[in-house]
T-cell receptor, first 114, second 113 residues
């Protein structure tokens, strides 16, 4: 595809349920990032994947959050036992390689936890 | 990474140049300056980056002071579509932790008729 694709675009869930968010990076991009953006706030880094290297999970806020990536393709971010404070836009980005600061972002998934 | 300081908001008349300042007084010699913008309900969009020389592309110009402690993003002819939050970020590329860009709160630019 032409850009980073995220699905679903909107997700409404009940407190305590698990959710899975998907990101399709730009083809050929080896680096993939997940960020979170709460309403009216800046972006918070969550996790970073680079090729087959161990991911940088330093931004994950709790053990309820996890992410996987298959090779250099699709990534999924899973939030278990969702809480109301998890409500935010979850943004995925990819870049050609770890040296590039030029990130391409998707439009995000708006998660609402009731 | 060096911290950046930006005004929270700015207004600009359509057709005029928008000059967005950024202070990064603690920047180190190998840190690049990146600019992104985020239009409402969209993901951030890369605009431009530079190290010490001024840069220009189809979107904007980046002016970095000689001491590199501040920079200005210039949109030469702002349009209503340029209304967005503009983020100034400093970062060392090619580090082991990848480009974990740290986004602050940015400058909300409002372009008006």
């Amino acid at each position: 595809g032409a850009g980073v694709s995220q699905s679903p675009s909107n997700k409404v869930t009940e407190k305590g349920k698990d959710v899975e968010l998907r990101c399709d990076p730009i083809s050929g991009h080896t680096a993939l990032y997940w960020y979170r953006q709460r309403l009216g706030q800046g972006l918070e880094f969550l996790i970073y994947f680079q090729g087959n290297s161990a991911p940088d999970k330093s931004g994950l806020p709790s053990d309820r959050f996890s992410a996987e990536r298959t090779g250099e393709s699709v990534s999924t971010l899973t939030i278990q036992r969702t809480q109301q404070e998890d409500s935010a836009v979850y943004l995925c980005a990819s870049s050609q390689n770890t040296g590039s600061g030029k990130l391409f972002f998707g439009s995000g998934t708006q998660l609402s936890v009731l | 990474d060096a911290k950046t300081t930006q005004p929270p908001s700015m207004d600009c008349a359509e057709g005029r140049a928008a000059n967005l300042p950024c202070n990064h007084s603690t920047i180190s010699g190998n840190e690049y300056v990146y600019w992104y913008r985020q239009i409402h309900s969209q993901g951030p969009q890369y605009i431009i980056h530079g190290l010490k020389n001024n840069e220009t592309n189809e979107m904007a110009s980046l002016i970095i002071t000689e001491d590199r402690k501040s920079s200005t993003l210039i949109l030469p002819h702002a349009t209503l579509r340029d209304t967005a939050v503009y983020y100034c970020i400093v970062r060392v590329p090619f580090t082991g932790g990848g480009n974990k860009l740290t986004f602050g709160t940015g400058t909300q630019l409002k372009v008006e008729l």
